[in-house]
């Protein structure tokens, strides 16, 4: 049974509209042990505190805030800041922390064992075994350019992966199985939602011996089907490894025509 839910909303869907930054599973191999979310540090645009009518602090005019981010047990996961300007709301494709006046990002009181903030605002969670199936809170203090402060925090679910990911593949129906057929890990999905998450395995083997089936490690399935296994479905079972050492055994259903 996969675990519910509780609560988990892809990262910073509630402000895709307002700022539109970009976000990609980026810079990390398939079998990496580490999990690395890749977005622009700071989007927006505010110039000078000075020029915004009312003429208030950095820390009134500008609001920070992170997405929630599912986190492994053991497993570095990041969590970027995201800067939303209310007077400004269309998109401006700048990303200079100087244009927002931050001069410092910093952990706040009561900040978790394991969390560690950069001087883009990025925030790394290596999380433990007694935080697993909890909400863990990474608080952050910005400093501005004229010395207000201003809070965020980063939010990670801690669970297992294997409990968390679905693997979905692209195609189950074979129809030159006379010929190898590649059928690849399409992504990675929790709750039938994609999550480009393929970084978070970190190995996939066939559970038993099946005629005509090879596996490789990044999960891509080839088929060289036998003659009697023509106008039948087969099921592949496999055994699925995570980079935070969960584990599953799942079974995939090819259609041979």
């Known amino acids: 049974m996969k675990r519910p839910n509780s609560g988990f909303?892809?990262?910073?869907?509630?402000?895709?509209s307002r700022v539109k930054y970009i976000a990609a599973v980026a810079s990390?191999?398939?079998?990496?042990?580490?999990?690395?979310?890749?977005?622009?540090?700071?989007?927006?645009?505010?110039?000078?505190?000075?020029?915004?009518?009312g003429n208030g602090s950095r820390a009134d005019l500008v609001i920070p805030?992170?997405?929630?981010?599912?986190?492994?047990?053991?497993?570095?996961?990041?969590?970027?800041?995201?800067?939303?300007?209310p007077l400004t709301p269309e998109y401006q494709e700048d990303y200079s922390a100087s244009?927002?006046?931050?001069?410092?990002?910093?952990?706040?009181?009561?900040?978790?064992?394991?969390a560690e903030v950069d001087d883009y605002g990025t925030v790394t969670l290596t999380a433990t075994s007694d935080q697993l199936g909890?909400?863990?809170?990474?608080?952050v203090v910005l400093t501005y350019d004229d010395g207000s402060t201003g809070e965020a925090a980063a939010s990670f679910d801690v669970a297992k992966f294997s409990e968390y990911y679905d693997l979905r593949y692209s195609d189950t129906h074979i129809e030159n199985p006379m010929?190898?057929?590649?059928?690849?890990?399409?992504?990675?999905?929790?709750?039938?939602?994609?999550?480009?998450?393929?970084?978070?395995?970190?190995?996939?083997?066939?559970?038993?011996?099946?005629?005509?089936?090879?596996?490789?490690?990044n999960g891509s399935i080839?088929?060289?089907?036998?003659?009697?296994q023509y106008g039948k479905t087969i099921e592949v079972p496999l055994n699925v490894t995570y980079v935070d050492k969960s584990a599953e055994r799942i079974?995939?259903?090819l259609t041979i025509d």
Request: with cysteine.
């Open 9 to 16: 909303r892809a990262m910073g869907t509630s402000r895709v």
């Open 28 to 53: 990390v191999a398939l079998l990496a042990p580490t999990i690395v979310v890749v977005q622009p540090p700071l989007v927006g645009a505010i110039a000078n505190a000075d020029e915004v009518e």
């Open 65 to 85: 805030w992170y997405g929630q981010t599912v986190a492994g047990v053991g497993v570095d996961v990041t969590s970027c800041i995201g800067m939303d300007d």
């Open 99 to 114: 244009r927002f006046g931050v001069v410092s990002f910093k952990l706040g009181d009561g900040a978790p064992e394991g």
């Open 134 to 139: 909890t909400l863990v809170e990474v608080p």
């Open 179 to 217: 010929l190898p057929s590649g059928v690849p890990l399409r992504f990675l999905t929790h709750d039938g939602t994609p999550r480009y998450g393929e970084a978070a395995l970190e190995s996939v083997e066939l559970a038993e011996p099946v005629d005509g089936i090879v596996v490789h490690s």
């Open 222 to 228: 080839v088929v060289q089907a036998t003659y009697g």
């Open 251 to 253: 079974n995939v259903a």
